[in-house]
C-alpha cells in the first residue's frame, strides 16, 4: 500500500495487484519460512532439575497416553515408571509445595506496584492456590497405589534388563498391550489423575519462572560468555535462545552464582563438535 492511503477499502481502490490475480502460467513465489529459534535451558539448582525431568516426563506421557498403538502404551508406561523413580528420591510434593509458596508471595508483592495488570495477576494467583489445595488434598501419599502395584511393580523390575520387556519376559503385559485401545487409555488415564496435581503444579511452576524473566540480546566474543549472578538473588534458570538452522550450541557449566558458556559448531553424528571461534550472537534469560 502506496504510503499515505487508507488501509480502507485499498483491495478495491489500490492499483497494486493482487496475489490471485496472476496469469495463469505465471508461477507463484514460494513462499520462506523462517525455521524456529531454538531455545536451550540449564537448571542452576538440585530442585529446577528435578522440575525440569518431571516437566519432560510429563510431556511425553500425556503425548503417548492419547496414542492408540501399543508402542505408545509402552513409551507412556515408560514415562510413568521414570516419573516414580524420580519422585522415590526426597521428598517431591514437599518442594513442589514450597515453590508454590514462594512464588504466591512473590505474586502478592506485585499487588500494589504500578503498571501492574492486576487482572493477570489475581488469575495467575488462584491458579497457583488451586494448584496448592489440590496437592494438599492428594495426601502424602498419593502415589503409594502405584508405587504397589504388581503389574507396574513387575515391568519396572524387568526394564532394567536391555530388551526385558518382551512378550515372553511378561506376557501380562504383552497382554494388555494388545486389548482394545479404549481399555489401555483408561488404565493410563486412572494413572495419570494420581501423578496430575504434581506435575502440573510443576508445570506450572516452570511456566511462571520462565514469563517472569526479561530475554536481553548478548555477545560471546569467540564462542565464550562468562555471567556472575547477584549473590543476594539466586538464579533458577539460564536460557540460550539461537537462532533457527543456527549450527552452533551452547554448553553451560556453573551454579546459582556463576556459569560458562562455550558455543559448539555441530557437524555430524560421525565427528566430534569443535568450538566455535567467531563472535556468537544470543539471546540471554536468566530466571529467578
Same mark, same amino acid.
Given at each position: 500500500m502506496a504510503p499515505g492511503r487508507s488501509s480502507e477499502h485499498a483491495l478495491f481502490t489500490g492499483p497494486e495487484a493482487v496475489s490471485q490475480n496472476r496469469g495463469m502460467f505465471e508461477p507463484v513465489p514460494e513462499s520462506r519460512v523462517d525455521p524456529e529459534p531454538i531455545?536451550?535451558?540449564?537448571?542452576?539448582?538440585e530442585r529446577m532439575r528435578a522440575f525440569m525431568r518431571l516437566e519432560f516426563l510429563w510431556q511425553q506421557l500425556s503425548y503417548h497416553a492419547g496414542v492408540p498403538n501399543p508402542w505408545s502404551s509402552r513409551a507412556a508406561v515408560a514415562g510413568l515408571l521414570e516419573i516414580?523413580?524420580?519422585?522415590? $528420591?526426597?521428598?517431591?510434593?514437599?518442594? !513442589?509445595?514450597?515453590? +508454590?509458596?514462594?512464588q504466591m508471595s512473590a505474586m502478592r508483592d506485585y499487588q500494589n506496584r504500578p503498571g501492574v495488570d492486576g487482572a493477570r495477576l489475581r488469575s495467575i494467583l488462584a491458579a497457583l492456590v488451586r494448584r496448592r489445595e489440590e496437592l494438599n488434598s492428594a495426601g502424602a501419599n498419593f502415589m503409594q497405589r502405584l508405587r504397589e502395584s504388581e503389574f507396574l511393580n513387575a515391568i519396572k523390575h524387568r526394564s532394567a534388563i536391555p530388551g526385558g520387556t518382551c512378550e515372553f519376559d511378561l506376557p501380562d503385559y504383552y497382554h494388555w498391550l494388545n486389548l482394545e485401545p479404549d481399555l489401555r487409555e483408561s488404565d493410563l488415564a486412572d494413572w495419570l489423575v494420581?501423578?496430575?496435581?504434581?506435575?502440573?503444579?510443576?508445570?506450572?511452576?516452570?511456566?511462571?519462572?520462565?514469563?517472569?524473566a526479561v530475554p536481553r540480546d548478548e555477545l560471546a566474543p569467540g564462542g565464550v560468555?562468562?555471567?556472575?549472578?547477584? $549473590?543476594?538473588?539466586?538464579?533458577?534458570? !539460564?536460557?540460550?535462545? +539461537?537462532?533457527?538452522?543456527?549450527?552452533?550450541?551452547?554448553?553451560?557449566?556453573?551454579?546459582?552464582?556463576?556459569?560458562?558458556l562455550r558455543f559448539l559448531r555441530w557437524n555430524s553424528v560421525h565427528s566430534r563438535p569443535v568450538q566455535a571461534t567467531e563472535d556468537v550472537r544470543f539471546v540471554l534469560t536468566t530466571c529467578y
Open positions: 531455545t536451550y535451558e540449564q537448571p542452576l539448582n516414580l523413580a524420580i519422585t522415590s $528420591r526426597g521428598d517431591a510434593r514437599g518442594d !513442589v509445595l514450597k515453590e +508454590l509458596e514462594r494420581t501423578i496430575r496435581p504434581l506435575c502440573e503444579s510443576v508445570s506450572e511452576l516452570l511456566w511462571i519462572t520462565r514469563e517472569n560468555y562468562q555471567i556472575t549472578f547477584e $549473590r543476594e538473588r539466586p538464579v533458577q534458570l !539460564v536460557r540460550l535462545t +539461537l537462532p533457527g538452522g543456527s549450527r552452533l550450541y551452547p554448553e553451560v557449566s556453573g551454579s546459582h552464582h556463576r556459569c560458562s
